[in-house]
């Protein structure tokens, strides 16, 4: 698996825990580099949940010092994702630690047996097809540069503790792995023994489903990007589109756009709930559904899936010093400066007093038509169907106390550049 996806000069980062799986993973990798021309580096992640996991830490820092290894120490805080699950909140902190890692892969030792029972565990969740596809050997992650890569997921537990043996390798073991009252335990030590009692090759078979439904996912994957590109795309989903799709692909699509933009996966009841205010609402209706860190908005004809950000202080004012691009942080984006001869707003009457950039407060107006009075924003905003929460987060230039642009409605007919008249136009880019 490691040749078709890595290239020469590749940055590798193996998530390295001391146990027998990691630590094999390693040995591999370590002959391999010279090979395939990749580097390696190691990323250790200290949950600090076990009282051994400082002393697990210790034996990393040992090991990669003794193979000359870089290694990349992350100690996690599990607490804001307590409500995951043990399990699910150090899971979330740990790829959040493999985020920051500079490496264009981040390798991880999980292996077919740990296909098997991540299979079984969702299945007895009622999972959909998406999480019945278990884990992929190459995926990328919204938010995270490097790939995730496994390249053992065809390779058993007890091939690889026979490897590192016959290696003469050495590993911590961790002492949570026989506490059956943990789920994925109780299927490791009790379940899967009992079914290969009368089916040997049981995990084997298992893993053998994840992959044929990981192909059924890809396919489904691109059907629903086709969809998604077809309705609208990032931008927003026409709900006339979504409609005519019928429930089964609107769902795969709604699916496909959460997992693309990084939020956790929809369970069936907000599934349910979002088709449900989707195709019983009126078609003026406001909708308004949260999931963890999002929101899905319905405004007019199109739906939306937004961060869910914290309110702006209204009185955020930054100043414009001729700069071609300023990055505006509070409001997210980047307001672009492109000159013109002629066009856009004139540079002479913009020096003529301090250029400022601020959010709405209410009751501004502009004149974009010089054959129509100044209207107020509101109106302005409606008329070019501009989403109310989309408003509020806009940054609106002045030049002392004069509005003189928005971006995406006009700039005001006052200051606009003669023609011969060296111009400016403005433009707004949303980092997302």
């Not at 040995?27 to 391999?32: A, F, P, R, V």
């Not at 010092?65 to 699950?85: H, M, N």
């Not at 795309?233 to 409609?243: A, C, D, F, I, K």
């Not at 007919?413 to 136009?425: K, N, Q, S, T, W």
Request: hydrophobic share 45%; glycine share 8%; charged share 30%.
């Amino acid at each position: 698996m490691l040749a078709p996806a890595i290239t020469p000069g590749a940055n590798l980062a193996l998530g390295l825990s001391g146990g027998v799986d990691s630590v094999a993973l390693l040995s591999l990798l370590l002959e391999l580099a010279p090979v395939l021309r990749f580097s390696l580096r190691a990323v250790h992640v200290n949950h600090g949940i076990s009282p051994n996991a400082d002393r697990w830490a210790g034996f990393c820092t040992e090991l990669c010092a003794k193979l000359q290894i870089p290694l990349q120490l992350e100690t996690v805080d599990i607490a804001p994702y307590r409500s995951l699950g043990l399990e699910g909140a150090a899971r979330r902190a740990r790829y959040e630690a493999f985020a920051r890692a500079d490496a264009d892969f981040v390798v991880l030792a999980q292996h077919r047996d740990d296909q098997a029972e991540t299979l079984l565990l969702r299945l007895l969740r009622g999972a959909g097809l998406r999480g019945l596809a278990a884990m992929s050997s190459l995926k990328s992650l919204a938010g995270m540069r490097a790939r995730i890569l496994r390249p053992l997921l065809r390779v058993s537990r007890a091939e690889i503790e026979t490897y590192a043996r016959l290696r003469g390798l050495e590993w911590v073991e961790d002492e949570s792995n026989v506490d059956t009252f943990r789920r994925r335990n109780f299927l490791r030590h009790e379940v899967l023994p009992l079914l290969e009692s009368q089916f040997p090759s049981a995990r084997a078979t298992i893993a053998r489903a994840a992959d044929h439904l990981n192909e059924a996912r890809e396919l489904l994957d691109e059907l629903a990007r086709s969809d998604f590109e077809g309705a609208g795309g990032t931008s927003g989903v026409e709900l006339r589109n979504l409609h005519l799709l019928g429930r089964a692909r609107a769902k795969n699509l709604l699916r496909y756009w959460c997992e693309a933009q990084g939020v956790e996966p929809l369970s069936a009841a907000r599934t349910a709930e979002l088709m449900r205010q989707l195709w019983e609402s009126r078609a003026d209706a406001r909708m308004a559904l949260a999931v963890p860190g999002w929101k899905f908005l319905r405004y007019r004809d199109k739906l939306y899936l937004l961060r869910a950000g914290e309110l702006l202080d209204k009185n955020v004012c930054e100043t414009w010093d001729g700069e071609n691009a300023l990055p505006l942080l509070e409001f997210g984006g980047v307001l672009k400066f492109k000159p013109e001869e002629g066009r856009g707003l004139s540079l002479a009457r913009m020096r003529a007093a301090p250029v400022t950039v601020r959010l709405r407060r209410g009751g501004e107006r502009l004149r974009p038509d010089i054959r129509r009075p100044r209207r107020t924003l509101k109106n302005l905003f409606q008329e070019r169907g501009v989403p109310p929460w989309r408003r509020d987060r806009l940054p609106l230039l002045f030049c002392g106390e004069e509005l003189v642009s928005v971006p995406g409605i006009g700039d005001a007919c006052e200051f606009r550049a003669e023609p011969g008249e060296a111009g400016l136009i403005v433009t707004w880019e949303p980092f997302e």
